[in-house]
């Protein structure tokens, strides 16, 4: 069951064409994996999912509801927004709520959730993530990784139809890495919708049904992880593997 789905998504700014005829489909319980390299529009795509950029022109399935981009009104944008979630690469946590209620904010803000319900759905996440004895702790006083953890189960609480990482391990110390990706992994083995920017390429072999290669504001290539990471059928995204395994080369 097609649980989200863009057909000619293009996305400008000023004259700059950073998303050029966007197809894409995500299952239901599919995780997705984009990579490629820094400049090609992963990041404003995962952020048209979002609506935190509005698409030029495009249509958008989610779930069973289709949207037209180039007609896209206030209350449409916020009903895509309230059925998906991100998590971005700097946490975006707010430093004067305490971890609980930055877990409640959106809870309440965006879902008008009451506040014993929102308090009760903002333990459980935190327990998920392994961190229900940080909950009166301010953001200052966690590590990256906890905090890119609270970040996670900020996003889980809103119950998203899809769930969104912008290089979720981009910004942490190589220690803590691993203490995110297994939230992740533990998310995937749930049957959690998602669509992943990254760069952990093993991580993406290990999680990912389907892999997406983006350059130059296309989708190059896409299939399994296996046959994308062992057998790419594409100059550009052979090119691009290649300098990776020579990069890892380098750094063993």
């Known amino acids: 069951m097609i649980k989200a789905q863009v057909k000619a998504l293009k996305k400008s700014f000023g004259k700059q064409e950073v998303l050029k005829n966007i197809d894409f489909t995500i299952q239901e319980g599919e995780v997705v994996c984009i990579i490629g390299p820094s400049g090609s529009g992963k990041t404003t795509f995962l952020r048209c999912l979002n609506v935190l950029e509005e698409p030029d022109e495009g249509l958008y399935q989610l779930g069973e509801v289709q949207y037209d981009f180039a007609r896209m009104g206030k209350k449409q944008a916020r009903e895509i927004a309230q059925h998906t979630a991100m998590v971005f690469q700097s946490y975006e946590l707010f430093e004067h709520l305490t ?6 904010e959106g809870l309440r803000t965006v879902q008008k959730i009451p506040k014993k319900q929102a308090h009760k759905l903002a333990l459980e996440n935190l327990a998920k993530v392994g961190l229900s004895d940080k909950q009166h702790a301010y953001p200052i006083q966690l590590s990256g990784g906890q905090q890119q953890r609270i970040g996670i189960a900020r ?21 803590l890495v691993e203490e995110v990706l297994q939230v992740m992994r533990e998310l995937a083995q749930q049957g959690q919708t998602m669509v992943i920017v990254t760069h952990e390429m093993q991580f993406a072999q290990e999680v990912a049904d389907q892999v997406v290669f983006m350059a130059d504001g296309l989708v190059i290539e896409s299939g399994s992880a ?25 750094l063993t």
């Open 226 to 250: 296996t046959t994308l990471f062992q057998s790419p059928q594409q100059e550009r995204t052979q090119h691009f593997l290649a300098q990776l395994r020579f990069q890892e080369l380098q």
């Open 99 to 104: 971890v609980l209620e930055n877990i409640m």
């Open 155 to 175: 996003a889980m609480a809103l119950s998203p139809e899809l769930l969104l990482f912008d290089e979720p391990t981009s910004a942490l110390d190589p220690e």
